[in-house]
């Protein structure tokens, strides 16, 4: 079903220089489903599909870093932010809410994992 | 130089320039410590401090920083608490010279140790540097940290070393930890860049805040969040809590929001070490205490990053509000009549959310237009700019209003980051009885 990506992932955003940060994982919160989720997780998130769910990354350099260590991953979004913090015209100069926001987009979750 | 094999109890108190005052007291009161650090430099603080000290080069230091130790310094010496702080910026001699002047005059006489040899403005164009840099410093580690408090250092402060080498220096001083540990000082820039954000580790920026406040009283949610603490073994391995009673949770998942913060790769460069972030295991210990293991660490890249800020150019916006019906055309008709005037390089215009139909109140029925411009020189962005925005207000779309007076531009920077080798570096201790180290 349709249902917002944070419904059981977490997210924290940040910058470095004009590069936008975005880790994802999956909320331990208890459920059986954890380990499913984090393969999930894991096989959804690819360059193409961070440039679907967050249009504004469409077209930039996306890197995806697995840490199935901390059931997540990483993903780097090169050059969204411009010039950097202090030059960026960008709404969120900092990408501080980019991780809110990701969380808050409808993505297709297999009812199993719910 | 292992004073004891027990865990070394670390704390912060700060996250950034800006960040709590009363928190190092919070610190220092809340319970036991060995060390209290706290990290005031970003990229972007670096740049305000090159301006500051471009006004006064006495200046170039987190202020902050000097007011919590006018506060703090005889309870921290009291306690024996060594403090470690990055917060000499653009002028660490400059910051240990005011400290010394805060003891003396509330008679007291620390042990005041400095780190610099990070800025770098000095090599100019060999590493890039053109007229309009106002800040160029390398990424030291933790070495002159842990050099300064094996001489007896109460307090150090450094300008530009890694958020993590505040951490990774005491840890090698206290545990005797040799510079190819790299297992050791892998754990310890992990527990570092876990607590170089403070709260951010104990519920602040955490997606899953209402596990925190969402059963709480009012009173309970008003609570300000603990600043973090770890207790870092000499394996390197950690445990992330917070002092008992403090607001916050301390969790694998606000530990983990932590661990992704900034990251660029699995792999964690740093000036010490290099971290393997697919080899952290973390563990729940109790309520608020996570356990840190299993870091892997191995050589540091032989070149030094160095964080490079240039002066950009000058930038002005306005935010117009515009309300109701006929929102596009309203937006249309205003950037026609003012895209004339402006003279700058670059022009942006941004339409936030369109508001609801039959919006219940004025702030729901409206909608912000933005116009960001920037340029070389101030003058196409100031008052030119602005005052060319106002002077529609009476003369556009139904409804002209702005969200503040007109201002002038301010200037901004561009942070890059260049790479040098470490035979063009220095780490210099300067000791508090006036004898210097060369370090690395």
């Known amino acids: 079903m349709r249902a917002p990506l944070g419904t059981f992932v977490h997210a924290r955003s940040g910058d470095k220089g004009g590069d936008a940060n975005l880790g994802l994982w999956v909320a331990h919160d208890g459920s059986p489903a954890y380990a499913a989720r984090v393969a999930w997780l894991r096989d959804l998130v690819t360059p ?12 930039l350099e996306v890197e995806v870093f697995a840490l199935p260590n901390l059931g997540g991953v990483n993903v780097v979004l090169h050059g969204l932010l411009g010039l950097g913090v202090a030059a960026s015209t960008r709404f969120d100069p900092q990408a501080k809410g980019l ?12 009812e199993g994992l719910l | 130089m292992a004073e004891s094999t027990r865990p070394l109890r670390i704390g912060n108190c700060s996250g950034f320039y800006g960040d709590r005052l009363s928190a190092m007291r919070e610190m220092l009161e809340g319970g036991q410590l060995d060390v209290l650090t706290g990290d005031y430099l970003a990229e972007l603080t670096m740049l305000i401090l090159g301006r500051d000290q471009r006004k006064d080069p006495s200046l170039g230091y987190a202020r902050t920083f000097v007011r919590q130790l006018e506060d703090c310094l005889g309870l921290a010496l009291e306690r024996g608490v060594r403090i470690v702080s990055n917060a000499g910026g653009l002028n660490p001699a400059g ?38 840099a106002l800040t160029a410093n390398a990424y030291l580690g933790g070495l002159g940290v842990s050099v300064a408090l094996a001489r007896g250092a109460d307090v150090v402060v ?26 050791e000082l892998a754990g310890a820039v992990v527990a570092g860049h876990v607590l170089e954000c403070g709260c951010q580790a104990t519920g602040g920026n955490f997606s899953g805040f209402r596990a925190m406040v969402s059963t709480s009283s009012t009173d309970e ?34 530990v983990t929001a932590q661990l992704m913060y900034e990251v660029q790769s699995t792999a964690y460069l740093g000036p010490d070490v290099t971290s393997h972030l697919d080899t952290v295991t973390l563990s729940d210990e109790g ?31 306005v935010e117009l509000v515009v309300t109701g019906l006929d929102l596009e055309a309203k937006a249309e008709w205003v950037r026609a009549q003012l895209e ?64 503040s007076p007109p201002a002038d531009g301010t200037p901004f920077g561009v942070y890059r ?9 220095s780490q210099t201790v300067h000791h508090a009885d006036g004898s210097t180290e060369v370090v690395a």
């Open chain 2, 95 to 132: 910051l240990a010279a005011r400290i010394g002047e805060i003891a003396a005059g509330q008679g007291l006489s620390p042990a005041i140790a400095y780190v610099d040899g990070d800025d770098v403005r000095a090599l100019g164009p060999r590493i890039g540097l053109g007229a309009g």
């Open chain 1, 48 to 59: 193409d599909f961070v440039g679907t769910l967050l249009p504004e990354a469409a077209g």
């Open chain 2, 221 to 254: 949610m008003a609570r300000p969040l603990g600043f973090p603490l770890a207790e870092v073994a000499a394996d390197g391995s950690s445990v992330v809590t917070k002092h008992d009673g403090t607001g916050g949770m301390v969790t694998v998942d606000t």
């Open chain 1, 99 to 110: 991780g809110e926001w990701a969380r808050s987009r409808y993505v297709e979750i297999p």
């Open chain 2, 287 to 317: 309520p608020d205490r996570v356990g840190i293991s299993g870091v892997r660490g191995s050589a540091p890249p032989e070149r030094l990053k160095v964080c490079v800020n240039e002066l950009g150019g000058y930038r002005n916006s």
């Open chain 2, 340 to 403: 004339p005037r402006l003279r700058a390089d670059s022009v942006t215009w941004s339409f936030g959310t369109s508001p609801r139909p039959d919006a219940d109140s004025e702030e729901g029925a409206s909608a912000v237009l933005r116009c960001t411009v920037q340029d070389a020189s101030p003058e196409p962005v100031g008052r030119a700019f602005s005052g060319a925005a106002v002077e529609l207000a009476l003369a556009s779309y139904p409804g002209f209003t702005m969200t």
């Open chain 2, 417 to 425: 980051a260049e790479y040098v080798d470490r035979s063009d570096v």
């Open chain 2, 158 to 183: 450094t300008g530009r070393i890694t958020d993590a080498s505040l951490v990774v220096g005491p840890a090698a001083w206290w545990h005797g930890w040799t510079s190819t540990a790299y297992d």
